[in-house]
């Protein structure tokens, strides 16, 4: 059999490459029988210029009345013809399997129309009484589904990528087509998540047509065009899914693309490797997306889940392990951000699986126990490669520092300090496991040396307010350096308070200056002024400061009473007013 285009019609790319079979699953238990749709799938994009298809052969005639070959047109979806040459004793499915390596569209999905009746598949072209130059109507069976709009829009996005991969550079409708691709994942995700009424069953439902629809799959074969502007088409488009946007993809609805984002890093590490740039971008969002909760996946056990992110956690330990290994020690940010958050997710999953929000029992990760589990125990044994490896980064900085001086490693420590930030990540991971806490806390004893130096000339940061709990790790510097971290950090174009106080009437002035303003107010610091006096600055606010104490401990001013078998304690009187007891905490901590 041959095949030829006939008149304007278009070349294999302008076809699409429609919803395989097994895309299209049969609804089950929904109470809705299954329906054919006659109607044409896609807009069609006809070429400037027609082209001629390889000629296709069949097997030959066995018939005597069958030896004349057959001319006939099929009219494809779209209007557009296309010219068969065939045997009479072709089969029905013959035809329709040349025709789906033409158009791309699966041969389940196709129906011949002649003469107002379906040829069945294994009938002859002779059978079906296909008369030369006959036409037949090329239809395609859809199942009924619930989502009809967004398989509308997303066979429409995979039409154009299909064109954009086959389509000739420099050709006006492709240059035409480069906006299209971004413009339909935008309509696909605001059809989808703006029009659902925040139904997250709905919103799931839509979601999940993305990935049955293998649209993925399309985009990141377009990212590995080796068309440039392909390569930055497909790149843009799958972007779209890493932020939040108010028109199409608000950020409370981001986290319900997880299970797309996850789609691509698994298909961008099958194809492009970890280091790729977009498939980087991809499992960070992931991380991120995952740490804010339970994902909302329909399809997803959390089982699958936790092999998923056991994954991914192996691929960062591993990346962590060996910069850790070099001479610089220096870990990347992205890396350290990224494991923590994918190790929040798993806390989520194995509270979702075990029922508990607790550790972690030896059950689940010691090889020796009944309950064992091969994906919690690759966890544990990635939580002890990686406290290892820290344990040896600080024992070797600790020898360097002993070696050269504390004087001559300062620019060193500002390098050992990410460790911190290591030692924080350890921290999120030892609170899956069972046991696994006393072995962070002989790890923190072993090195409270160089932790101390380090912890001392810590940067304001949060995530090191942990160590406050090792009391026995920690000395008095380093507690008050975290405290310090923990109070809001003043911003420069926060106003002082301006403060005029009467000697006399100190601690009732001081109170109602204090009191009456909103807290944040204060951020920017006091300006202390006596009355009648000339005296400012720093000297006259630490005399206030001494003054203002000592009138809170007086004891002509009951506000505080001495303990009964220690008068070097005090304790609030209860009998005065708890907003004084309040406003004194704030004048402290200021």
Not at 27 to 32: A, F, I, L, P
Not at 439 to 444: Q, T, V
């Amino acid at each position: 059999m041959e095949v030829e285009s006939s008149g304007s019609s278009p070349t294999a790319a302008a076809f699409p490459r429609f919803l395989s079979s097994q895309h299209h699953h049969e609804r089950k238990n929904d109470g809705h029988a299954d329906q054919d749709h006659s109607f044409p799938l896609l807009k069609m994009v006809k070429p400037s210029a027609p082209l001629s298809f390889s000629p296709l052969s069949f097997s030959p005639a066995t018939a005597d009345d069958a030896d004349e070959d057959l001319q006939f047109f099929v009219r494809l979806l779209a209007g557009e013809s296309l010219v068969i040459h065939a045997r009479p004793t072709d089969t029905v499915d013959s035809v329709i399997e040349r025709i789906e390596k033409v158009t791309g569209i699966p041969g389940c999905q196709q129906r011949l129309i002649y003469r107002g009746r379906q040829l069945q598949g294994d009938s002859t072209l002779l059978d079906s009484a296909v008369k030369k130059d006959a036409t037949l109507q090329l239809t395609c069976r859809l199942r009924s589904t619930d989502q009809p709009t967004c398989w509308r829009v997303v066979s429409d996005l995979i039409s154009s990528i299909c064109f954009l991969i086959t389509a000739a550079p420099g050709s006006r409708a492709r240059v035409r087509q480069w906006n299209t691709v971004d413009l339909l994942v935008k309509r696909f995700l605001a059809n989808t998540l703006l029009d659902s009424d925040a139904d997250k069953k709905k919103i799931s439902a839509r979601l999940h047509v993305f990935i049955l629809a293998g649209a993925p799959s399309e985009l990141v074969k377009l990212y590995l065009s080796p068309v440039f502007e392909n390569s930055m088409i497909a790149a843009g488009a799958i972007r779209i899914f890493l932020t939040s946007d108010p028109d199409f993809l608000p950020a409370h609805m981001h986290l319900h693309c997880a299970s797309i984002v996850l789609t691509f890093c698994k298909m961008l590490v099958a194809s492009v490797g970890r280091k790729d740039r977009l498939y980087i971008g991809c499992r960070s969002t992931l991380a991120r997306l995952l740490k804010l909760g339970p994902p909302y996946f329909v399809h997803w056990t959390s089982v699958h889940l936790l092999t998923d992110l056991q994954v991914f956690i192996a691929e960062l330990v591993g990346l962590a392990d060996v910069v850790l290994s070099s001479h610089t020690m220096y870990i990347s940010y992205v890396v350290i951000t990224d494991l923590s958050n994918f190790l929040f997710a798993v806390h989520h999953v194995t509270q979702d699986l075990k029922g508990t929000d607790g550790f972690l029992s030896k059950n689940y990760f010691d090889p020796g126990y009944p309950m064992y589990e091969n994906s919690i125990g690759a966890l544990h044994e990635l939580f002890l490669k990686l406290l290892n490896k820290v344990g040896q980064c600080l024992k070797r900085a600790e020898d360097i520092m002993d070696l050269k001086g504390l004087a001559r490693c300062e620019v060193q420590l500002i390098t050992w300090s990410q460790l911190l930030e290591v030692l924080a990540v350890v921290k999120v991971f030892s609170d899956l496991f069972e046991g696994a806490g006393q072995l962070l806390h002989s790890l923190l004893l072993k090195q409270r040396r160089i932790l101390n130096v380090l912890l001392r000339r810590a940067k304001r940061d949060h995530k090191l307010c942990w160590f406050l709990k090792y009391k026995d790790v920690t000395d008095f510097a380093v507690r008050r350096n975290l405290v310090l971290m923990m109070l809001p950090e003043a911003k420069e174009e926060d106003e002082l308070h301006e403060m005029l106080i009467d000697r006399s009437q100190l601690l009732p002035e001081s109170f109602e200056y204090i009191g009456q303003v909103d807290a944040t107010e204060l951020h920017g610091g006091l300006f202390m002024e006596f009355k009648d006096e000339e005296a400012t600055g720093p000297g006259v606010l630490r005399e206030w400061f001494c003054l203002l104490c000592q009138a809170i401990f007086n004891p002509d001013n009951p506000l505080f009473l001495p303990c009964p078998h220690d008068h070097r304690r005090f304790f609030p009187n209860p009998g005065e007013f708890i907003s004084i007891l309040f406003t004194f905490v704030v004048v402290l901590v200021l």
